[in-house]
């Protein structure tokens, strides 16, 4: 069901290149995904390639969706889905 609604969500949407993700303007995504599921951004990372990696999730309803920010706005929903665990595991050893 998640798949079938996200894809609704980004039909409306020109994606940057169909072959790999659905790509928007990021305040489009950040609106449409408030908007649809609740979600808000949890957790924000700088890549290598001077991307941006970000998870947005519903803390409640358990959906959760995985973006990577280019430096020219466009957002690109990489994978989505359900059952988010916010639970910080333990380090290796400390178990």
């Known amino acids: 069901m998640r798949a079938v ?3 609704l969500l980004l039909a409306t949407y020109a994606p940057a ?7 928007v303007n990021y305040e489009a995504m950040v609106v449409g995904l408030a908007d649809s599921y609740g979600e808000r951004r949890i957790i924000s990372g700088l890549n290598g390639d001077g991307t941006v990696v970000q998870m947005f999730a519903n803390t409640e309803t358990g959906t959760w969706t995985a ?3 280019h430096p020219d706005g466009m957002a690109c929903m990489v994978a989505a889905g359900e ?3 916010s639970t910080v595991a333990a380090l290796p050893g400390n178990l």
């Open 5 to 7: 609604v996200t894809a």
């Open 83 to 85: 059952q988010f665990d």
């Open 67 to 69: 973006v990577i920010l």
């Open 17 to 23: 290149n169909a072959q790999t993700a659905q790509c």
